[in-house]
Structures are given as structure tokens and as C-alpha cells.
T-cell receptor
Framework: GQQVMQIPQYQHVQEGEDFTTYCNSSTTLSNIQWYKQRPGGHPVFLIQLVKSGEVKKQKRLTFQFGEAKKNSSLHITATQTTDVGTYFCEGPGGSYIPTFGRGTSLIVHP | DAGVIQSPRHEVTEMGQEVTLRCKPI?????LFWYRQTMMRGLELLIYFNNNVPIDDSGMPEDRFSAKMPNASFSTLKIQPSEPRDSAVYFC???????????????FGSGTQLSVL
């Protein structure tokens, strides 16, 4: 079945440094969703990408969908302590069943 | 909108006891999901309902787990008998639809932290 791989598993950064997490699917995706889970919280939807090569920005966050629609990335510019959490990508598999990556946990050191 | 509502927030029980987790999805959402999250295995999909009908329950660990959705506004996940290895955070999520029409995003409840002693 479909697999969604995410790297890295953990990332430590100093506040102000940039951060990127990558998501790769074993199959072509019709769309991809990104979520953020704060420590002790629940995943919260951030954004959806649909088009090949699509780039979307939310303040310091930049999301990209690959041309082949099999990979995606999330880049955070100048991290802040409020960015701490685990970032998940999710792509629909067969019957549009949501398949989540293992997530990348971002730790920001002040 | 109150969002997805789960109860209880925390459950501590002894091995062998029955546990029932409850979920109220967002009104109007057609799809409902039960997930289990652990450090070792991440987010695991247990079961997926669409219009109250179970579509995929291949993630349900074993016969000890069962889920129902008697109507569009309520779902339960039952574990009987519970075991220590069932300890995890259980999330319920709902979605407007999972049909490729752009409404695929999931809304998660706050989760139930289950501890089986």
C-alpha cells in the first residue's frame, strides 16, 4: 500500500535559524495536507496543496508540492519558540484513506 | 463550531476492564476516523467511517477493539478486555469528505489519554 516517508525525524535548531521537513510518497498524490501538533496537543490542519509544483506561504512558512506530486516540503524561516511541535504530512491513499508520515519534531532552542 | 469533541480526556483503568471512548464529529462532516498515537508507532489509523458506514477497519489491532457509528453525530471505540499495550492517545477526527474534491482536511479532537495498568 501507499507509504508516506518524512525526514528528518527530529530537528534541533537555534531560534532564528531556518527549518525544513521533507515528505515523500511511494505513489502519486492527488493532494497533500500538512498538520502541526504542539506538545500535548492534537494535530491541527495547516494547509492543503493540490497542483503540481504548487507553492503556498503562510507568514514564515512555505509549503511546496513537487512537480511529480510525490513529494512535498515545509520550510520555516527564522524559527521562533512558538514553532515548536511535530509537523505531519498526509496524503490520501486508496479510497482516499489518509496516510500520515511519522512527522518531524522541531525543537527550538532560545 | 465546537469542533470534534472527545470524551473522556483521560482514562485510567486496570487490565481486563472494558474501555469506551466517545466522539462527536463536526456537524455536516461525512467522514470520521479513529487514530491511535504512540511514540513507537506514530499515528495509526484504526478505522474509517464514511456516512456512518465503516469503510476500512484493517487498522483495528484485534478482536478486542470494536467501533460503532450509530448516527452522524456520534461514534464509539470500545476495547474489551483492555491490556497495558493499549495505552496510548486515541484521537477522533472528522472531515467534510474524502472524495478528492478538495475537502480532505481532517479536524482532530483533543484526544483521550488511555492508561491501562
Amino acid at each position: 500500500g501507499q507509504q508516506v516517508m518524512q525526514i528528518p525525524q527530529y530537528q534541533h535548531v537555534q531560534e532564528g535559524e531556518d527549518f525544513t521537513t521533507y515528505c515523500n510518497s511511494s505513489t502519486t498524490l492527488s493532494n497533500i495536507q500538512w498538520y502541526k501538533q504542539r506538545p500535548g496537543g492534537h494535530p491541527v490542519f495547516l494547509i492543503q496543496l493540490v497542483k503540481s509544483g504548487e507553492v503556498k506561504k503562510q507568514k514564515r512558512l512555505t509549503f511546496q508540492f513537487g512537480e511529480a506530486k510525490k513529494n512535498s516540503s515545509l520550510h520555516i524561516t527564522a524559527t521562533q519558540t512558538t514553532d515548536v511541535g511535530t509537523y505531519f504530512c498526509e496524503g490520501p491513499g486508496g479510497s482516499y484513506i489518509p496516510t500520515f508520515g511519522r512527522g518531524t519534531s522541531l525543537i527550538v532552542h532560545p | 463550531d465546537a469542533g470534534v469533541i472527545q470524551s473522556p480526556r483521560h482514562e485510567v483503568t486496570e487490565m481486563g476492564q472494558e474501555v469506551t471512548l466517545r466522539c462527536k464529529p463536526i456537524s455536516g462532516h461525512n467522514s470520521l476516523f479513529w487514530y491511535r498515537q504512540t511514540m513507537m508507532r506514530g499515528l495509526e489509523l484504526l478505522i474509517y467511517f464514511n456516512n456512518n458506514v465503516p469503510i476500512d477497519d484493517s487498522g483495528m489491532p484485534e478482536d478486542r477493539f470494536s467501533a460503532k457509528m450509530p448516527n452522524a453525530s456520534f461514534s464509539t471505540l470500545k476495547i474489551q478486555p483492555s491490556e497495558p499495550r493499549d495505552s496510548a492517545v486515541y484521537f477522533c477526527a472528522s472531515s467534510p469528505g474524502r472524495t478528492g474534491g478538495g475537502e480532505e482536511k481532517l479536524f482532530f479532537g483533543s484526544g483521550t489519554q488511555l492508561s491501562v495498568l
